[in-house]
T-cell receptor, first 113, second 111 residues
Framework: DSGVTQTPKHLITATGQRVTLRCSPR?????VYWYQQSLDQGLQFLIQ???????AKGNILERFSAQQFPDLHSELNLSSLELGDSALYFC????????????FGPGTRLTVT | GESVGLHLPTLSVQEGDNSIINCAYS??????FIWYKQESGKGPQFIID?????DKRQGQRVTVLLNKTVKHLSLQIAATQPGDSAVYFC??????????FGKGTMLLVSP
């Protein structure tokens, strides 16, 4: 158990809908990262937050957004969902942005039908 | 469990053998390289990392080798065990600790 929690574990929704994925980092970690894992694209970095502020952006679509709250938990919002958004979404956390050791949560499996 | 890829390169070894998993990276400016292990249905788990100013680092039963000349990284697992069966990813730190992951290699260990 990495100490990072994610909810829900599974999510099934229809095209065009909006969903919110939630992540709680390890106790003491200030930095949160979101990744998407699909069969054809592998693990892709989406976005990073540090202590409530956006720190870095990767291959995140404009339909997706995220935020980190004062209690350091983070949410990833996915809107206008398409079939191709079906994937595993992982959250990871680290003590600080400069630390390479990121601890991953168990992931949320999103299925868009 | 969850499948992370249907067309991953696969390394099959016998229990007790040593395993070597290879990875080519793309960014010569990357300053950190990390190996992660992902078991079916779980998130990636940190194994070991190495800075770009090193060429070798050892952990418990694992060794990472870095060859910057040819942009190649390898993970050696000694005395491989069935519990080592998983998908292994190399990742490079591209800045602000954002990681770029390789496609992964599936390691299958037979008892």
């Amino acid at each position: 158990d990495s100490g990072v929690t994610q909810t829900p574990k599974h999510l099934i929704t229809a095209t065009g809908q909006r969903v919110t994925l939630r992540c709680s980092p390890r106790s003491g970690d200030l930095s949160v990262y979101w990744y998407q894992q699909s069969l054809d694209q592998g693990l892709q970095f989406l976005i990073q937050y540090y202590n409530g502020e956006e720190r870095a952006k990767g291959n995140i679509l404009e339909r997706f957004s995220a935020q980190q709250f004062p209690d350091l938990h983070s949410e990833l919002n996915l809107s206008s969902l398409e079939l191709g958004d079906s994937a595993l979404y992982f959250c990871a956390s680290s003590v600080a942005p400069s630390r390479a050791e990121q601890y991953f949560g168990p992931g949320t499996r999103l299925t868009v039908t | 469990g969850e499948s992370v890829g249907l067309h991953l390169p696969t390394l099959s070894v016998q229990e007790g053998d040593n395993s070597i998993i290879n990875c080519a990276y793309s960014n010569s400016a990357s300053d950190y390289f990390i190996w992660y292990k992902q078991e079916s249905g779980k998130g990636p788990q940190f194994i070991i990392d190495i800075r770009s100013n090193m060429d070798k680092r050892q952990g418990q039963r694992v060794t990472v080798l870095l060859n910057k000349t040819v942009k190649h990284l390898s993970l050696q697992i000694a005395a491989t065990q069935p519990g080592d069966s998983a998908v292994y990813f190399c990742a490079e730190n591209s800045g602000y600790s954002t990681l770029t992951f390789g496609k992964g290699t599936m390691l299958l260990v037979s008892p």
